[in-house]
């Protein structure tokens, strides 16, 4: 899977069900009367609502899968980057109008230009926006959440490097060779101390 894949398929699925939320919203704004509500639902081409749970649990397949993808690759010290945030503003609009277009066409067989102008549209229309910031932050809030898992996995916890120094794997002592004190007028003229490095166990 590429890493542009990757993304998509991290963002789509909560794109698509954040939008459905704001699509059933609109209705419940535009129609609170249940029964009415029912009948503008039959009447556009709304009887597909019924495999709803089904399509639901693909998209959380699918989101199981790409956060799997990811906490792999971020032991792989591959991090993910999510998608531009103003994508998380328009996919949603667009699938919105999408869908609520062909729900007519496929009810009535005529391209229904009209669609605009019922109630509905435009309540939706403008849910698409806090619905889009919702996945965008639910998304951000997933990778990061997976990225740290894979580095946890991976044994690699952030810590602070200091470029240009070495880093002993292990512990030692450092012990200093004292100079006797008979040799201390030669001091100047005698060998520099050495340090012996002592591997501790």
Same mark, same amino acid.
């Given at each position: 899977?590429?890493?542009?894949?990757?993304?998509?398929?991290?963002?789509?699925?909560?794109?698509?069900?954040?939008?459905?939320?704001?699509?059933?919203?609109?209705?419940?704004?535009?129609?609170?009367?249940?029964?009415?509500?029912?009948?503008?639902?039959?009447?556009?081409?709304?009887?597909?609502?019924?495999?709803?749970?089904?399509?639901?649990?693909?998209?959380?397949?699918?989101?199981?899968?790409?956060?799997?993808?990811?906490?792999?690759?971020?032991?792989?010290?591959?991090?993910?980057?999510?998608?531009?945030?103003? &994508?998380?503003?328009?996919?949603?609009? &667009?699938?919105?109008?999408?869908?609520?277009?062909?729900?007519?066409?496929?009810?009535?067989?005529?391209?229904?230009?009209?669609?605009?102008?019922?109630?509905?549209?435009?309540?939706?229309?403008?849910?698409?926006?806090?619905?889009?910031?919702?996945?965008?932050?639910?998304?951000?809030?997933?990778?990061?959440?997976?990225?740290?898992?894979?580095?946890?996995?991976?044994?690699?916890?952030?810590?602070?490097?200091?470029?240009?120094?070495?880093?002993?794997?292990?512990?030692?002592?450092?012990?200093?060779?004292?100079?006797?004190?008979?040799?201390?007028?030669?001091?100047?003229?005698?060998?520099?101390?050495?340090?012996?490095?002592?591997?501790?166990?």
């Amino acid at each position: 899977m590429t890493r542009r894949g990757l993304n998509w398929l991290v963002a789509l699925p909560l794109v698509l069900v954040g939008s459905q939320i704001a699509h059933g919203a609109a209705y419940w704004w535009a129609y609170p009367e249940a029964s009415l509500r029912a009948s503008v639902l039959q009447q556009t081409g709304h009887d597909y609502l019924a495999y709803a749970p089904m399509l639901l649990a693909l998209a959380a397949a699918a989101e199981l899968l790409a956060l799997g993808v990811t906490v792999l690759d971020a032991a792989r010290h591959r991090p993910a980057r999510l998608l531009p945030p103003w &994508l998380f503003a328009v996919l949603p609009l &667009l699938a919105y109008t999408l869908q609520e277009h062909l729900e007519r066409l496929l009810a009535g067989g005529v391209f229904p230009w009209w669609a605009a102008l019922d109630p509905t549209f435009w309540r939706g229309a403008l849910l698409q926006l806090p619905v889009g910031l919702a996945a965008w932050l639910v998304a951000r809030a997933l990778l990061r959440t997976a990225t740290v898992v894979g580095r946890r996995l991976a044994g690699t916890k952030h810590r602070p490097v200091l470029r240009g120094a070495r880093v002993l794997s292990r512990p030692c002592e450092v012990a200093m060779l004292r100079v006797a004190p008979i040799a201390g007028s030669a001091a100047g003229r005698a060998p520099p101390c050495e340090v012996v490095a002592t591997t501790t166990s």
